[in-house]
């Protein structure tokens, strides 16, 4: 009887072993599922935060080349100033200016960029100071339209005469 | 003669029958889950092996893509600032080339009546939309008629004197007569957005 006895405690004993077994194998597997499933979260949060830096990083970038583009178009290279001097020299005498006085200021702005102040003293003809604003206004190097901003104008009819005297300041950006 | 039997034992006489057949159903069910469960831990073993592997791969790309966001942080935030204040500059000069000192000249030409004309111009168009201007005119009504004519520019009279048979006056107009004038402040850093910063210098560029 106590063999028995013995045996029902064995089996049950397995029993619940078997069970208890089976069901820690279930336990184990879901934790190592949830921890593959949160590593693999993080890497995907990551991809997705290197992308949008990605994004943002080539748009700006793309901004950079634009403001390149820009550069390269609209402002004067530094290696043509004596070009823009001859130009604006010659703009004058073409409209009846020949006695124009130019005087030019630099100053540094940001890198590789000067900024050229030019100052005219002039005297001529209404019709004659309108038409050398109008082609300052449209200044091309090499067909190229080139930024030469007219920032100051005083003009003042002469004693004598039709004649009008004046003062330009006009500003040009250099690119280097 | 028939054998009449009792039992007289303690405890009922085990069927070893029954018994070994529960016994031996219990042995295979116990069998069965530990078996399922040897079974389990091995497939998952074998997962988790994958898994680590595929981990371990996680990881070193965690690692790199950790150490590429960082590098792209630390050079989107050196270049912005460079990049903002180049963009700044660029809308700037746009905004001012599009300004037309011949424009504001042609308007006020057309504003002038007959037998008046200027005498002095002065702009100063970096500081503000105002421009002075003198005139003179061959009669005292004419003078008033340019008063007239430039009323629209929100003008301001001062210096009318009569010099040489001519009726002289000095005028502050205002180019922008429908806007109050605004004092010219450099635009702050990031205040507006990206988009929008770089947007006038494409259109520019097109």
């Known amino acids: 009887m106590k063999i028995v006895k013995l045996i029902i405690y064995a089996l049950g004993g397995l029993l619940v072993v078997g069970v208890a077994f089976f069901l820690f194998s279930f336990a184990y597997t879901s934790i190592e599922t949830m921890s593959a499933q949160s590593t693999q979260a993080r890497l995907e949060e990551l991809q997705g935060r290197e992308k949008t830096l990605g994004t943002t990083f080539k748009e700006w970038t793309e901004i950079d080349l634009t403001y390149t583009a820009f550069r390269e178009n609209y402002l004067v290279k530094v290696e043509t100033f004596n070009r823009l001097k001859q130009d604006l020299q010659m703009l004058s005498r073409k409209n009846g200016l020949g006695n124009a006085r130019f005087s030019f200021k630099y100053k540094s702005m940001l890198s590789g960029i000067l900024k050229l102040s030019v100052t005219v003293e002039l005297v001529g003809s209404y019709e004659n100071i309108k038409r050398f604003l109008f082609d300052i206004e449209n200044f091309r190097i090499d067909n190229n339209i080139k930024i030469i901003l007219l920032k100051k104008i005083d003009l003042k009819k002469m004693k004598a005469g039709p004649m009008i005297e004046g003062v330009l300041t006009m500003e040009a950006y250099l690119a280097g | ?206």
């Open chain 2, 1 to 206: 003669m028939r054998k009449i039997r009792y039992n007289i034992a303690e405890n009922k006489r085990i069927d070893y029958l029954k018994f070994g057949l529960v016994s031996a159903f219990v042995l295979v069910i116990s069998f069965v889950f530990i078996m399922l469960g040897i079974g389990n831990l091995w497939s998952s073993d074998k997962r988790a092996q994958d898994q680590e592997a595929a981990l371990k791969k996680a990881e070193r790309e965690i690692e790199k893509l950790t150490s590429e966001t960082d590098h792209l942080k630390t050079d989107v935030t050196t270049k912005k600032s460079l990049w903002r204040q180049r963009v700044s500059f660029a809308n700037s000069l746009i905004k001012e080339k599009k300004f037309s000192v011949i424009e504001q000249l042609d308007i006020l030409e057309k504003h002038l009546p007959e037998g008046v004309f200027f005498t002095d111009f002065s702009m100063n168009i970096e500081t503000s939309s105002n421009i002075q201007v003198g005139i003179a005119a061959d009669s005292l009504h004419r003078l008033t008629e340019a008063y007239e004519a430039f009323s629209g520019f929100r003008k301001t009279v001062k210096n009318e004197l009569e010099e040489e048979g001519l009726f002289k006056a000095s005028l502050i107009l205002n180019l922008n007569p429908g806007k109050a004038e605004e004092p010219k402040v450099a635009p702050k850093p990031g205040k507006r957005k990206k988009a929008d910063d770089d947007e006038e210098l494409r259109n520019v560029l097109k």
